[in-house]
């Protein structure tokens, strides 16, 4: 039996969009560590599943990246949005044996990504 599925998003991608686009190497090897953290599997970029057949392939085609975010009534920029870069800036909180680092950056851009899962018989 195949299964497919998708996880709830709160908010709404806004223009500018562009559709079908390829990832960077570098933001795709970032979305294969998020997978592997997120998920506790072995993910690879298919442009590496040569040095790991058993890891679940991720492509770097994304379908639709987006400029803009709206979650409830605020509205998040991105330097793909040229208009809206101020309102990019962001500050990531991580947690890492119970200490909390800061940093400040700026969004790139959103994106929706599909990732296949294998089968599970």
Do not use: C, W
């Not at 686009?21 to 933001?27: C, I, P, Q, R």
């Not at 890891?55 to 639709?64: D, E, S």
């Not at 975010?69 to 870069?85: A, D, N, P, Q």
Request: aromatic residues 12%; without cysteine; charged residues 20%.
């Amino acid at each position: 039996m195949a299964g497919t599925g998708s996880e709830p998003f709160p908010g709404t991608f806004l223009n500018p969009k562009r559709i079908d686009t390829n990832l960077s190497k570098e933001v795709l090897d970032l979305l294969v560590e998020y997978y592997r953290n997120a998920y506790g599997k072995d993910f690879a970029a298919l442009s590496d599943i040569h040095a790991a057949p058993s890891a679940i392939p991720v492509l770097p085609k994304v379908k639709n990246a987006y400029g803009r975010l709206k979650i409830g009534s605020e509205v998040f920029g991105s330097m793909y949005s040229k208009r809206h870069v101020t309102s990019a800036k962001i500050l990531s909180q991580f947690l890492h044996d119970n200490t909390k680092d800061t940093y400040p950056g700026i969004v790139q851009f959103y994106f929706e990504h599909i990732i296949h899962f294998p089968k599970v018989l």
